[in-house]
């Protein structure tokens, strides 16, 4: 009897054993499942401070980036135009030490923005030279003014200066 017992002892302790290499063989095994590894990949800044207030949209590592900046109360139903006003004078000291920047120069403010009534759409009638405008900065414009607007979305906007227009043109983000 006492043979019979240590058996069931020994089958037990094998049958443990080979249950837990082969979890630990399957452990190994899909370690790794197919993934290489690669080197540190870095993202921008998070959005810090105040959610609430005026927002464009500067440079951060050569794409688009949203700047959330608090101000006093509300500049009113002109925020559009405040906010592209905010856009070409350009990133504060804190922000250019952060790594951002513009394209947009400062002469298109003073501008005047215009939602279209009869079709999805914005005319940004802007002080400045629209036609040289670099694409990055046409896209900050047009972000911007989207954002402002709708918070969301990508109605087509016109960029219209003293020198011409250029055609209606969603926010690449949007």
């Given at each position: 009897m006492i043979r019979a017992g240590r058996r069931r002892t020994v089958s037990r302790r094998r049958a443990a054993r080979m249950l837990l290499a082969g979890g630990l063989l399957l452990t190994v095994?899909?370690?790794?499942c197919g993934v290489r590894p690669s080197d540190v990949i870095t993202g921008r800044?998070?959005?810090?401070?105040?959610?609430?207030?005026?927002?464009?949209y500067l440079i951060s590592h050569g794409e688009l980036t949203l700047v959330?900046?608090?101000t006093k109360?509300?500049?009113g139903p002109s925020l559009p135009a405040a906010t592209l006003a905010l856009l070409?004078?350009?990133p504060t000291p804190s922000e250019r030490s952060a790594g951002l920047s513009s394209e947009v120069p400062p002469d298109v403010a003073p501008a005047t923005v215009t939602p279209s009534v009869d079709e999805p759409g914005i005319t940004v009638t802007m002080s400045g030279a629209v036609l040289p405008l670099s694409t990055v900065a046409a896209n900050q414009i047009i972000c911007t003014v989207v954002f402002a607007v709708s918070g969301q979305g990508s109605a087509p906007v016109t960029l219209v200066g003293p020198d011409g227009t250029r055609p209606p043109w969603p926010c690449p983000l949007g």
């Open positions: 095994l899909t370690a790794g800044a998070a959005v810090s401070g105040p959610s609430a207030g005026p927002g464009f959330l900046r608090a109360p509300s500049p070409a004078a350009g």
